[in-house]
Nanobody, 123 residues
Framework: EVQLVESGGGLVQPGGSLRLSCAAS????????MSWVRQAPGKGLEWVSS????????YYAESVKGRFTISTDNAKNTVYLQMNSLKSEDTAVYYC????????????????WGKGTLVTVSS
């Protein structure tokens, strides 16, 4: 059974930092692109970042480029999102997702989501 469990969310002041983690299980972690997607209160889903280090590298939405860094620890089957210089508009539930197709760069659809972790940026 595929499981994605996010952690690391919380309340942080503007300009602060947080690191989100997503522990994955139930599939061969190295074979799939992983992504972070967020949903701000009252808004739709927004793709944030994706990674498939072996072949494709990393991708970022313009809204977070230069502030967020995605990475993986394949030994721990974990994907991270380091978030720096946080802004109030980064407030959202952050979801970890697994790509549907093995061995391909991100963009072929998502088949599993975690339950999300809430990030609140406020003074």
């Amino acid at each position: 059974e595929v499981q994605l469990v996010e952690s690391g969310g919380g309340l942080v002041q503007p300009g602060g930092s947080l690191r989100l983690s997503c522990a994955a299980s139930g599939f061969t972690f190295d074979d799939y692109a992983m992504s972070w997607v967020r949903q701000a209160p009252g808004k739709g889903l927004e793709w944030v970042s994706s990674i498939y280090s072996n072949i494709c590298g990393t991708y970022y939405a313009e809204s977070v480029k230069g502030r967020f860094t995605i990475s993986t620890d394949n030994a721990k089957n974990t994907v991270y999102l380091q978030m720096n210089s946080l802004k109030s508009e980064d407030t959202a539930v952050y979801y970890c997702t697994k790509d549907r197709v093995a061995g391909r760069c991100p963009g072929f659809g998502v088949d599993y989501w975690g339950k999300g972790t809430l990030v609140t940026v406020s003074s």
